[in-house]
């Protein structure tokens, strides 16, 4: 109520300091208000105490005129209640006390003057303006804190949420500062780096190539230098013990003292920021996922991914190395080329999932019979390569050719299906056999070749003579087409006898080339190049032809009729018009179809048995019947044979080749005979050479043979001889005594 009394302003505009004027004489307010109502203030007056209170509850003041003695209470206690509240206010007291207690009672509550009444003008307005001028410095200080406070923090939200680490180092390469990103990234807090030299951080490896750089004498200047380093991660911290990031490093040499930087190692100091301390400022980024990015491309690009071996790229790269390396200490080392044997087999009937299985399986073994400095590379396919480097002997490397066949021959277990396979290898050596990396492979190879085509499962070192080998073979093909068209092919036959009655009751068409330099070929020489050469599907078209040709011949010849078994390949089997050719064929030449077998091998039957099943059955329905040709070698299992629309089973030569002693015991025959009998087929066993081999089988219960021990192959003529000499001789002679050579 007594605000703006007895005149006055108003309104004083806000910025006008507040004053406060406590009196309980009207007289002495007055005139005070009238000394100070000139001077740009905001003035208010109380009379009493509790009025004084009011109005200081009722806004913000910021100086206080106040009279110690008022009727209903002490000035003190007017300043009581304003630190009691903590109001922000100066107080000058203002008192006619002439008590010295009043007085320090006044300051000791925090006043800023004391005046005695009665003041002098010009004392009370200094008075008045110092404690103004004091508070508005002190307001701007505050703000200026502020301002900065706000400031710093924001550098540091900054700083702290940078995507690197941020830090910097004393000449000592001790951390003077570093950012939060380090314990995100590495899982050091900020405490546990502090002053600590940054080799705690360092992978080891990488240690010199820090001191290089922070060396701070390389750093001039304001160069900025980068470097990439691998840093540590701290265990206790989550960090996985031991692991390590990989950072590319910004670092710039500064002078931290000029920065004004706290440096805690005691080098701050007035020298220190007179000259400037020296020290480091970097930036730490991580580039790990970058770096394992790139390793991974780099790595997939140099190795096979499905064996994760060195790819033929790293090889060559390897065996360059290994060669030059050869060349200056002048030693040998050997190059080898690891073929696996009927590996397009497994991979035909058992899939490409299995096929790789495989793959992996014989990559590990491989492997393992290497010593540390050896490169063992997948060349592709089935195929790999092997660099021997310092070679001490030849005997070396025949070695560990020998431990790879060794290691390849047990067994492989591919989900539960047992697969046996084997290798062919060639063997180069250095100098040699080639001092050139390509030469080097190449005669490798043409040493596998030679392998190969001498019956697999082998090695063999490289010599010239091969070469002449490896031309022979493209020789033959070209021959083999030539053949064809000229009419070298011929149909050979050998007879199967029933040792029960001694009559020929059936004959396998064979084929034979009369190769205008070589004389005649059988068909293991130059079938299997077909097989490889497209020259399959001509070949066994011609085939037909001539075996029904040939068969009205034998007809003719009189006698019983005996049947004609054909082998069929499976290339032939697998093409959509097999079946109409071969009837085609038969009803041309009017061939009954009972009088024809075809043999297949057990393979045909797993690698597309829907398919197979359905030709077979066809030719069945016709009249033909089926035999499985080469019984107990392939990877039939008695799970399909039912399936199969079967009439006759061949024992493989193999088996009846392991009878020497009647009286023995030879189980696998066993088991075949017994299988045959079970499902109510056919037997013939083949390659019977001895007496012995055909007594045990006859006691055993097969029958029908077919072998030298009775008949080589023979041409057309002379089979029709012997089909003539039969029906003469018959009954009187057994067919072994008219035994007739091709
Ligand atoms: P295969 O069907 O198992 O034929 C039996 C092979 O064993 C024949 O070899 C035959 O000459 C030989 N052999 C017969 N008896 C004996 C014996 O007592 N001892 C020994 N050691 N060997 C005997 P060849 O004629 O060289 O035929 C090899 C393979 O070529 C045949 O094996 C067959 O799979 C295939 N083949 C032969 N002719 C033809 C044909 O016209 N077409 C087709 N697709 N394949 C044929
Ligand atoms: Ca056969
Ligand atoms: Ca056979």
Redesign the pocket.
Known sequence: MNENIPAGPAVAPDFFPRLLLVDDEPRLLSSLYELLRDRSYHLVTATCGSEALAQLNRMQFDLVLLDLRLPDMSGHEIMDYINARGIECDVIVMSGDVGIEAAIGALKRGAYDYLRKPYSREELLKTVENALQKRRLAVDNQCIAQRLENSEKMYRTLVDSSPDIIYTLNHEGHFTFINDRAYQLLGYSREELIGKHYSIVVHDEDLERAKYVFSERRLDDRAARSVELRLKCNGNNGGSNGAERTFSNTLMAISLGALGMHVKDGSEGPDARKHGVPGIYGVARDITDRKRAEEQISYQAYHDILTDLPNRMLFKDRLGLAVIQAKRKQTELAVMFVDLDRFKLVNDTLGHVKGDELLQQAALRLKDCLRKGDTLARQGGDEFTIVLPELRDRADAQGVAEKFLECLQRPFDLDGHIVHISASIGIAVYPNDGESIDELLRHADIAMYQVKALGKNGHSFYHDSMLDVSHQKIALEQALRRALENGELE??Y?PQIDVATGRIVGA?????WNHPQRGLL????F??FAEENGL?LP??DW?LGA?CRDLLLWNQAGGETIRLS????PQ?LDRGDFFEKMRGALTRYGIAPAQIEV?I?ENICIRNPQYAIEQLNKLCQLGVSVAI??FGTGYSSLAYLHRFPIHTI?I??SF??EIHDENGHYPVILAIISIARGLGLHLVA????TEVQARYLQANGCTTM????Y???MSLTSFIHVLHAQDQAWPQAPVSMIAVQA
């Open positions: 149909m050979y050998q396998e068409g064979l084929m034979r059988s068909a293991g020489e079938l299997p399959m070949i066994s085939m075996l054909l082998n069929l390949s032939y043999e091998t040709d080469d061949k493989d030569q009846v080749k083949e390659g019977v050479e077919q072998g030298f021990l008949f080589r192959p």
